[in-house]
Each structure stands twice: as C-alpha cells, then as structure tokens.
C-alpha cells in the first residue's frame, strides 16, 4: 500500500498550506507503515500544488525520515532526460535508498500551458529513447559522448512506466519495468493494460518479473454515511475542477452538472472509489487488488479537508497492513 498525494489547495487555501499537508501526510503515512508517497507532475490547475514535483519531494523528505518518496510521476516530453537524472540523482545522493521516478508521456497540461512551458508537441514521440537515456545517465553509461549526469551518475534511481492506456503497458513490458496504471482517474483500460503487460513482459538488469501497481481513491471514515458525504463533496469538487476551473458552484449547480453528460463521465473517473468504514474499504481494496493481480495499490486519499485525508489514512492503515496488501 503506497500513496499518491495530489498536494490538494483547498477552498481558501494556498499552495504553501498544501505543501504543510504533504508534510503532514508523509508523516503519518510513515508512522503507519506505508511503502512510499508519490506527487504528480500537473500544471495550471489552481487546485493542485505539485507542479515542481523534484522540489516538493525534496522539502517533504527533508521533514521525513525512511519512508520512500518519488514522481508519480514526471511527464517526460516537458524536460530533457539529463536535467531529470540530475534533479533525482540529486535527491537520491541527499536521501540515499528513498527516492523513486515514475515517468509520464502526457503533457500533464492543456495546450496553451505546454507553448507557456515551450514543449515541442512531438517530444511524446521520443518517449522511449528518452527513458533510455534517462536510464542511462542515472546508472552512469551515459549514452551521449562526453555527457554525464552530476549528480546522478550511479545513484541507479528506480524507474516506473506510468499511464492509462495499451501505450504504457507495452513500454513498460518491453523495457522491463514496473508499471503503474492511473485507475484512479482514468479506470477504462485498467485489465487490458495489466494482461498486456504482464503477456509481454520481458525480464531485465531492472527487474525479473513483471510489477504492477494499480492506483484507487480512498474514503475511510468513522460511518458510511460519513463517507458517502466526503464522497459527494469530492465529486462536486472535481466537478467544479474540470467544468468551471474559476468559479465555485453551490451543491445544487455542482449536482446538476454531475447529472448531465458531462458530469456523469467525469464521475465516471472515480470508478475506483472505495468509500466507507475501514473494514468495508479493507475488504473492497483486497478484492480489488485481487481483480486487477496488482503488487501494490497506490491510494488518492481525497477527502474535502486535511484533517479528513490523514484520518482516511490512519484508519486503513488500522484496518491493513500496508506493507503486506
């Protein structure tokens, strides 16, 4: 069982309060037992804090002390392989034996963020010669003449091939890495990608046997009526996300755009929600992982405030062992 934090900014927050409620969730997710906390790369969205992924691992691991902290993930056409490898090389060197790199093909942006960010459209075409030579520069046999990254040479940083479709799955299969599928946003293709990767694995110096990670929203509350409630909050939030990034909406315009079109297909996004008392999300996340023949769950514990996420994770971790799921 791991995490993935979305350094959430509330109503009437701000991003710093976001970053001391990552701090706040690495820590209990460390006391708890859980494997590793990831942050996503996201950019120009007002509800999000962790576009400078690199930056935020850092600030949170210099606030934590064992459990393992990485991207989930970076989105690699927006960057060049070496500025990657020294960025993690960086924090592998300061926090040796605690850093991961998920690696992403998605711009993580619209398209007028990605001019703003000056990413070249084709960059996702070089996805797979850039995970190589990111590979490379971070086991130190780089493969451009004369170019080595410093730091990252030899810190070896454990690579994931992230994504919601057929595309990352083969990748990941090809190249012999774990793989992480976004269920938890993007649930459509979750089976086929996992039957795919695991079909066409192929072993490497990186890994023997195929790894997969499945990712899933978690609600833990004292009652399930307590939950149904964080529930529908998040999905009138989300709403107001993706409909109206600017605007707040009351509870009866947020309801009425969930139950249009639109709304039910953004709904349809948290497929994978397990909302409920502990033993009731316990239960549905073990079967899940069963389902899906997943390695290890990677839980989005979205609940409206912070007080509520770090309850949703205590509370599992109460009810699983988080190192044995």
Excluded at 137 to 159: F, H, K
Excluded at 227 to 247: D, N
């Amino acid at each position: 069982m791991s995490i993935l934090d979305l350094a959430i900014i509330g109503a009437g927050e701000t991003a710093a309060d976001a970053f001391d409620a990552s701090v706040q969730i690495a820590q209990t997710a460390e006391r708890a037992g859980y494997r590793r906390v990831w942050y996503a790369e996201h950019h120009n969205m007002a509800s999000i804090a962790s576009s400078a992924t690199s930056v935020l691992i850092a600030h949170v691991a210099a606030h934590t002390s064992s459990i393992r902290l990485g991207a989930g993930g970076v989105m690699l056409p927006n960057h060049s392989p070496l500025t990657i490898a020294e960025q993690f090389g960086t924090l592998a060197t300061l926090h040796p034996d605690r850093i991961d790199l998920g690696l992403g093909r998605a711009p993580g942006s619209d398209q007028a963020t990605m001019r703003a960010m000056r990413t070249d459209p084709r960059a996702a075409e070089r996805f797979v010669d850039d995970v190589l030579d990111l590979q490379a520069y971070l086991r130190g046999a780089s493969r451009v003449p004369g170019v080595e990254a410093v730091p990252g040479a030899g810190t070896d940083v454990p690579l994931y091939i992230l994504g919601s479709s057929l595309f990352g799955a083969r990748v990941a299969a090809h190249l012999g890495l774990p793989y992480g599928f976004a269920s938890h946003f993007a649930p459509a293709h979750l089976l086929d990608a996992v039957a795919l990767y695991r079909e066409e694995f192929r072993p490497s110096e990186a890994l023997d046997a195929p790894y997969v990670i499945a990712g899933a929203n978690v609600i833990c509350a004292e009652s399930d009526d307590e939950a149904e409630r964080q529930r529908v909050t998040v999905q009138r939030r989300r709403i107001e996300r993706f409909i109206t990034p600017r605007r707040a909406l009351t509870d009866d315009e947020a309801d009425q755009l969930l139950a249009s079109p639109q709304g039910r297909q953004i709904a349809q996004m948290m497929h994978y929600t397990f909302a409920g008392t502990a033993d009731v999300v316990a239960r549905g996340l073990t079967n899940f992982a069963a389902e899906v023949s997943a390695d290890e769950l990677i839980t989005v514990h979205p609940g409206p405030t912070v007080a509520e996420r770090l309850e949703s994770i205590e509370r599992l971790a109460d009810a699983l062992d988080p190192i044995a799921v």
